[in-house]
């Protein structure tokens, strides 16, 4: 539950992106630039709390910019990112790329003075760990700002960490880690486990990695887990596309939600000696990535939409090497509305390196589920039955829940791997729960929403028509 001190300043922080996105200064402008001027200001905290020494060069701390106004504090604002996104470390992973997105003096100094105005630093690592987040997610909310793209639903983040166990002294990685949900998530998972001083140090200090290729987002994930207290030496993210090359090292756990769609225009092309095959399509190439970068033993839990499971040609190839050289063992069927991207279909992927499969266990909880973000969200309890039929404990335990008599509709059924690889196509799509029109149960406001998101779908559909037949029929 939140406290007082979080929701207020939580309220303080979106009450000024308000006021500013009335004077064209964008919510995730604005959340860079606190950001930035954040960091300067803890770090000016811990020089004058606990007289330890700045992080920061002289003449580019925040007693460089808290008495200045006008064009001379945009001036000195300008010359601090500049000079900092060129350090080294921690410094230059916050503030990679970083540049001004705040012209006018006024609005600035709005930002610096409500900074000035809270002791952050002595704050408990969780309350300004979560007031953070809660900005981040309002501005996900946000369909202006884009940034919904980096989210993946609390509620699914928490039910794969639990499944997955990510055990202290164990490395966990995100691919492509957006805003950090997944590591912090992991992080919060094996904090509690031991006491031991060298296993915590190693928890905070080296078991997390993630990679982004936007240097906005690298920014924010590391401001996130640096508020939790973790990586306060080094990011545990890097600016990287980590489709380009092959895995430094190797890893425990893999949790991720890669992002869907095409490879983004004026990416490198992929050429990969390691990958199984040579494909486009950016979710099995992030796949494959996943299954060469983990230890053998290791285990994985993957956000991928359905194409995955039933493409042909190098989808095919893929499923067929995750069916007999990687344990594949449970696939969570998700419903849509769950996404801030509208319309999606998607799945998880559990499985493990160093075993074949034997039996693939499917959840089916799509047919017949209703979810939207605005009346009716996903919420972690509704994901309750699926993290206790997975049997984390014992997956040997594992009792069905569909039965052809008794219960055609049972949400929990297995599939024998030798079924599996006789279907056309080796495809995983797989439903067997007879779908009922429960339009009639939604609310007004249901139906709102999902007319809103066809809508939305259809008026991005027609854009996107009008680019590709621009020029040609003029």
């Known amino acids: 539950m939140a406290t007082n001190k979080e929701t207020s300043l939580t309220k303080k922080v979106w009450t000024l992106a308000t006021t500013l996105a009335g004077q064209g200064i964008g919510f995730t402008d604005y959340i860079t630039q606190l950001t930035y001027l954040l960091f300067l200001k803890m770090d ?23 008495e200045l106004d006008g064009l001379d504090l945009i001036s000195q604002y300008e010359k601090t990112l500049d000079k900092l996104s060129k350090e080294e470390n921690l410094i230059g992973t916050i503030f990679v790329k970083a540049q001004n997105k705040i012209d006018k003096p006024v609005y600035l100094r709005k930002v610096i003075t409500l900074i000035d105005e809270e002791q952050w630093l002595v704050m408990d690592g969780d309350v300004k760990g979560a007031i953070y987040e809660s900005i981040l997610e309002k501005n996900g909310q946000d369909k202006k700002s884009g940034a919904g793209q980096y989210f993946t639903p609390r509620s699914l983040i928490s039910a794969m960490v639990d499944v997955a166990r990510p ?94 769609g095409t490879r983004p225009a004026g990416s490198v092309d992929i050429d990969r000696p390691d990958f199984y095959v040579e494909t486009k399509n950016n979710q099995l190439n992030f796949l494959q990535h996943i299954m060469v970068m983990l230890k053998n033993t290791g285990r994985a839990a993957v956000v991928l939409p359905d194409n995955v499971l039933f493409e042909a040609g190098a989808g095919e190839t893929i499923r ?45 909880y799509r047919t017949g589920i209703k979810h939207t973000l605005a009346t009716k969200p996903m919420l972690r309890h ?24 008794t219960n055609p509709n049972g949400r929990w059924r297995k599939y024998d791997v030798a079924e599996l690889l006789k279907r056309d196509k080796t495809s995983l799509d797989i439903s067997w729960i007879k779908e009922t029109n429960d339009d009639d149960d939604l609310t007004l406001s249901d139906l709102m929403a999902t007319i809103q998101q066809k809508s939305d779908n259809i008026s991005k559909s027609v854009i996107r028509l009008q680019e590709l037949l621009k020029g040609i029929v003029e």
């Open 44 to 66: 000016d905290e811990n020089v004058e709390t606990f007289g330890e020494d700045s992080a920061i060069p002289e003449g580019y701390r925040w007693k460089d910019l808290i």
């Open 167 to 260: 055990q202290i002294g164990e490395t966990v990685c995100d691919p492509a880690c957006g805003t950090g949900g997944f590591l912090l998530a992991a992080y919060d998972y094996m904090k509690g486990q031991s006491q031991d001083k060298a296993k915590r140090d190693f928890l905070r200090d080296e078991a997390l990695l993630g990679y982004d290729n936007t240097a906005l987002v690298v920014t924010l994930a590391s401001m996130n887990l640096y508020l939790h207290g973790i990586g306060t030496n080094r990011s545990p993210i890097l600016c990287e596309d980590s489709l380009e090359k092959q895995p430094q090292k190797l890893v425990n756990v893999i949790l991720a939600n890669p992002p869907f």
């Open 320 to 364: 067929k090497e995750l069916l007999k050289n990687y344990n594949l063992h449970t696939i969570l069927r998700l419903p849509t509305g769950i996404f801030y991207a509208q319309g999606v279909k998607a799945n998880v992927l559990f499985f493990k390196k160093g075993e074949q499969t034997k039996e693939v266990w499917y959840y089916d």
């Open 382 to 405: 509704h994901l309750d039955d699926f993290v206790a039929c997975y049997s984390a404990d014992n997956l040997a335990a594992r009792q069905e829940t569909y039965n052809v008599e």
